[in-house]
């Protein structure tokens, strides 16, 4: 998401962004906006029943229609971005620093240390996700913090193996045997030494997971088992307005649309990104 | 066969078969240990200090979680099951019916798949950079980057409501009469065929390039050969062995489809009994279902790596 920023532009017009991508990110800012503004921009209370209607159609004064009570849409999908993009944001985050932190400790320590978390994390990743988060809600429930936690762990294993491969090809450079040689520790080889190096590709890596953490999440609550009612991400109001479906209600379709419209836009600005910051073999 | 691709299959064998053992371990630490008391949540709020014990007792729940985990191993490798909390009928019972269900519909979206998502793959790879090859690769990217459900209310939208070929959800248990059997199909199998095909195609193209790029093909062209010789009798059977591990491994994502396609359409498989079972809370239910999904879900990797051993040439 901050790849730009946060990325080594020594040199400005290298980092050329295509146009595609430019739109990719317009929807990814204009979303987390959405996001940031919540309350303010939604019309209605969430809650509030306003329209004598129900799955009614889009008007003046219902933007984006109405759900399968009488409840304003469009205020739904506002805060249902709070919802999808806050916990996806939060597990991703987690995600990734774990898997990281753990991937250049186990690059630069080696030894049994790697290869014991080497194993028991590829075992972790060869569970299904969407069935390793059902055992899991039904054993510990489903309140947003036990989603965000779950989220964090699924997605490590992956962010681990990404992070370590990288962090194995600078672990062997000369300037690590040389830190090394200093006496420095562990904490400044992975921080100053290693982490500068991967992170380009890491905060690509970070991307896409942030993709796949949507796709499940949403998979959950379609399923009635992520975020619970009265609060609903936008995969619950999918799953709450799903009779709407035969009659192509847009209670039912514009949250589908919503989910497309940001998924679609991180990997559209992923893969528009300059070879330079996503390349994983330098 | 030499010797040492006999030892490279018995290793990755040995290899799948630790994995199933810490699966095991996971799925019984994630379902036994986390949650307060089973035999509380079984009896309810109100039950008596001495009922609860009794019951432990009878479930052997005051044993360690040592032994208990190897009882269970040792129950479920002789089929043994465990009896379900929801309505005390064995699990293997419920569970028998319903994954022939399920391994129907898997079938029969494999048999249309693979050879749709090869035709499209071999095509796109052959003509790569036309209009043609973009248009399939926007909908695939497109088909991988939303959840599963979006792709089957796409499904219904299209199919049911602009078109009207198809009933909108509600899927009776008609499946006598073969119009009924193809309508009661019809929409899981081209939700799945989609979420699976996009990963086909995606991984056939890249491996049909890669053959493509290759220094023989160019020889080959350098010889005068003609296209079609040279995707057909060279690159082709040189991409085989990667394009079966392709398929293997893109069969894998039926997994993570069927549980939201079975739920979404009602369809009586073993994903709806598991989504079910999470509902009520109905565990040995849970772990059974969930060593299942995990067992036909490494046995496709495994399968997809054993090919990939298989087809080397280099290891022959």
């Given at each position: 998401m901050t790849v730009e920023t946060s990325s080594t532009t020594r040199r400005r017009p290298r980092y050329q962004i295509k146009v595609v991508g430019m739109l990719g990110l317009a929807i990814i800012v204009f979303w987390l906006i959405v996001a940031a503004l919540g309350p303010h921009l939604a019309p209605y209370p969430i809650g509030d029943i306003v329209d004598q209607d129900y799955f009614g159609p889009m008007s003046r004064d219902f933007w984006l229609g109405s759900d399968y009570l009488g409840r304003d849409m469009l205020s739904r999908i506002v805060y249902g971005a709070r919802y999808t993009l806050g916990i996806s944001l939060a597990a991703v985050t987690m995600a990734c620093t774990c898997g990281v932190v753990l991937g250049m400790s186990a690059a630069v320590a080696g030894g049994w240390f790697d290869s014991v978390l080497s194993r028991f994390l590829d075992a972790m990743s060869s569970i299904p996700s969407k069935l390793f988060a059902l055992v899991v809600v039904s054993a510990v429930g489903s309140s947003i913090p036990v989603l965000i936690f779950m989220l964090a762990v699924i997605y490590t294993p992956g962010s681990y193996r990404f992070a370590r491969a990288l962090a194995v090809n600078i672990a062997a450079m000369d300037y690590i045997t040389i830190a090394r040689l200093r006496g420095e520790k562990m904490f400044h080889i992975i921080t100053a030494e290693v982490l500068p190096n991967i992170i380009g590709p890491v905060l690509t890596d970070l991307g896409l997971r942030f993709v796949f953490i949507v796709l499940l999440l949403s998979g959950m609550s379609f399923l009635?088992?992520?975020?619970?009612?009265?609060a609903a991400d936008w995969g619950g109001l999918v799953r709450e307005n799903i009779d709407g479906l035969p009659f192509a209600a847009p209670a039912v379709i514009l949250p589908s649309i919503a989910i497309a419209t940001l998924t679609i836009a991180v990997n559209l600005f992923i893969d528009n990104l300059p070879v330079k910051i996503r390349d994983r073999s330098e | 066969m030499n010797k040492h691709i006999l030892f490279l299959i018995t290793n990755r064998i040995i290899i799948s078969l630790i994995t199933l053992l810490i699966i095991a371990v996971i799925v019984f630490v994630a379902t036994t240990l986390l949650p307060g008391d089973t035999a509380t949540i079984l009896l309810g709020q109100s039950a008596t200090p001495e009922a609860i014990e009794g019951l432990r007792k009878a479930m052997h729940l005051d044993e360690p979680a040592f032994t208990r985990f190897i009882s269970w191993i040792l129950a479920f490798l002789h089929g043994d099951l465990g009896i379900s909390y929801?309505?005390?009928?064995?699990v293997a019972d419920m569970v028998g019916r319903r994954l022939l269900n399920s391994l129907k519909l898997a079938s029969v979206t494999t048999a249309f798949a693979v050879p749709l998502s090869l035709f499209l793959g071999v095509t796109t790879a052959v003509m790569r950079g036309s209009l043609y090859d973009r248009a399939v690769t926007i909908f695939t990217i497109g088909v991988i980057s939303i959840p599963e459900f979006i792709v089957a209310t796409t499904a219904v939208l299209i199919f049911a409501v602009y078109l009207k070929w198809l009933p909108a959800l509600s899927l009776t248990a008609d499946i006598d009469t073969l119009a009924g059997l193809l309508r009661a199909y019809a929409m899981p199998v081209i939700t799945l065929t989609c979420v699976v095909s996009a990963q086909m195609i995606r991984m056939t193209r890249a491996a049909v390039i890669d053959a493509l790029a290759s220094p023989y093909v160019e020889m080959a062209l350098l010889k005068g050969a003609s296209r079609k010789r040279l995707v057909l009798s060279h690159a082709l059977p040189n991409s085989l062995g990667p394009i079966a591990n392709a398929m293997a491994l893109s069969l894998s994502y039926l997994l993570g489809g069927v549980i939201i396609v079975e739920t979404i359409f009602n369809y009586p498989g073993i994903a709806k009994l598991m989504v079910d079972a999470v509902t009520t809370r109905d565990l040995p239910l849970i772990q059974s279902c969930a060593m299942i999904f995990c067992l036909a879900y490494l046995l496709l990797v495994t399968i997809a790596d054993l090919i990939a051993i298989l087809s080397n040439p280099r290891l022959r």
């Open positions: 009635g088992l992520g975020v619970q009612p009265p | 929801s309505n005390n009928m064995p």
